[in-house]
């Protein structure tokens, strides 16, 4: 990745989003999607500038707030949303296949929103008392939690989307076989 | 003995049976032996001579030289061949000793033809035989059997053995299907003023009791070479010591050690320790050769079925007369009243080559009918209740909505699913 450029990389991602919007389901998105589009849309600028275009340009200290001021944004959103009637985050983080009860995905938003809450506190009271090397251990084992969410939805969502993918390919290879079988 | 005194192109002389000699020259065939290397007779073209290795010392050479005289002063009766076949050779046996400088250094012999013959080797194949220019059936090989066995009665009851006996050293002319037998001079032999040891073995042809000793009765182990051979010629090439350990007990990987353990599974009574080969047709083979092959690879020593035993019980099925081998109605030849081995060989490999297609359509369908499972699991859309009681089973925990999107719109949302993820990453690392 050392050898893309800034504006290259920014492609790379961009050019998934603006296929991401032409191909967006054309149905009405709750208030809780929107929160979290914005969130992760501010999110995202500043990780792609300071990531990418001005990385040395982040304010100082900044670095040991960064995961709490994700885990508290997903928090608040959380927290939130619900009361602003905008439905229940979690289950834009989980992903709409699943046919929970509306109890079942409030004690779930509840949960996560719990989490995140005590995640960014654990972060900050671990970058101010522990060690640097024993704080950058903190972060890669909260990661897990990601990895969960990921591996969760790795076989929930991501597979069945790939079995349709392969399914179609697979088709539409086994009748382009054919048709050229048919020519000879 | 200096090297130079052997070139190929050097002066020798012959000498034949009544101490008549001749002058002849020899040129290298490039063909090599253990012992000795082969020449062409420039005044003899019916002969080949056989010059020992320099490397010989003169102890052997000494030997050899009381062997081949006695050979040449004692050939064996061979078997009768009718008038047309007189070129045929079926013993590559000494005619003549051969001098060079009045120092014994090889002997002549009969020329075998080798465009004409085909080593007995290729025969345990069917489609090696059939490149080589022979289409076996079981009625050339029951006479290649015959023939063999004949000889080899025919050389016992000299009381000469021939230890060594292994396909690679017998020839099989195609058209004649007599057998002819190489390297003579390392026969083991006894006579009255004369005895000669044959100490090369093979360890897949040597008899149980010999392994790791002395051939003590020589024509015992000709005895299980010969049904070893035969049983191979019959059973397309499976050596009569080939199988499957059926309890997996210290099973030797090598057919030396199994049958130095007696390890014989196409008995009539099977053997508890190891499985035949799927692969074999032993049990087409009729009762006679069957328990000649148990006597001859569950018993020792001279128990073992003699040559003319086996010469015996193959001659009649060599004979075309005894029509003791008949056609199958797909015109393989095969023992009367029995299965045709042929046939059954082929539904043997035929089947093992339709389970391995359908294997390789099942192995190549399988990413298919996986995704095609999965998809029905998720959408909970199996046709077979049994399926169906086992997707939901399965996804007892976790009940999935129907989908309401397309494969698009699932898509759309999933790359912005995976864009925060990396956000989140970035955030958080």
Known sequence: ?????????????????????LWRPRQQA?????????????????????????????????????????????????????????????KIILGTYFALSTREWRW????????????????????????????????YGCLMNLLIIVLFRLNFVWLPILADVAIYFYRRATAAYRAVANLF | MPSAERKPDHLVELTWPGRRTQLATLTATGKSGGAGEIFEIDANPGLLAKIYHTATTQAHLEHYHHKIQWMIDNPPELPQVPAEYA?????????????????????????????????????????????????????KLVTVSFNLASIIHCLHDKRIAIVDLKPMNVKVYKAELYVSILDCD??????????????????????????????????????????????????????????????HRNYPPELAGR????????????????????ASVHEAFPESLRELFDRAFASTGFSRPSPHEWADALGIYASKQSGYLTPCSKGHLHFAGQPCPTCMRDALIHGAHIRRRSFLARVQTAPARTLRYMRKTLRQTHSSPFQAAL???????????????????????????????????????
Do not use: C
């Open chain 2, 259 to 278: 049958i130095k353990q007696g390890l014989y599974p196409y008995g009539k009574l099977a053997h508890k320790s190891v499985r035949k080969v799927p």
């Open chain 1, 30 to 90: 709750t208030l809780s999607a929107w929160l979290l589009l914005a969130a992760f849309g501010a999110l995202g600028a500043w990780a792609l500038w300071f990531g990418l275009y001005a990385q040395p340009g982040e304010p100082q200290g900044l670095v040991f707030w960064k995961p709490t001021i994700l885990y508290w944004t997903l928090a608040a959103i959380l927290i939130v949303s619900p009361l602003l009637g905008g439905g229940y985050p979690a």
């Open chain 2, 391 to 429: 997707a939901q089973k399965s996804f007892a925990v976790v009940q999935l909505a129907p989908a309401t999107i397309s494969t698009r719109g699932a898509i759309a949302l999933e790359i912005l699913w995976i864009s925060g993820l990396l956000i989140t990453f970035w955030w958080t690392s």
């Open chain 1, 1 to 21: 990745m050392d050898e893309l450029s800034p504006p290259i990389l920014t492609a790379l991602w961009v050019v998934p989003l603006v296929v991401a919007w």
């Open chain 2, 87 to 139: 070129d045929v050779v079926q013993l590559a046996w000494p005619v003549a000793l051969i001098r060079r400088q009045s120092r014994f250094v090889g002997f002549a012999m009969r020329k075998i033809a080798f465009d004409r013959t085909l080593e007995l080797d290729y025969l345990l194949n069917r489609r090696q035989a059939a490149l080589e220019g022979f289409d076996a059936d079981y009625g």
């Open chain 2, 186 to 247: 390392g026969f083991h032999i006894v006579a009255d003023e004369f005895r000669s040891d044959a100490p090369q073995v093979t360890p897949e042809y040597l008899a149980p009791e010999f392994h790791d000793k002395a051939v003590a009765h020589p024509q015992a182990q000709d005895r299980f070479a010969l049904a070893t051979i035969i049983f191979r010629l019959l059973n397309f090439g499976i050596h009569p010591f080939a199988g499957i350990s059926a309890d």
């Open chain 1, 108 to 139: 779930l938003n509840r949960g996560f929103a719990a989490l995140y809450t005590l995640l960014g506190g654990a972060n900050l009271w671990v970058s101010s008392d522990a060690s640097y090397k024993d704080w950058v251990g903190f972060k």
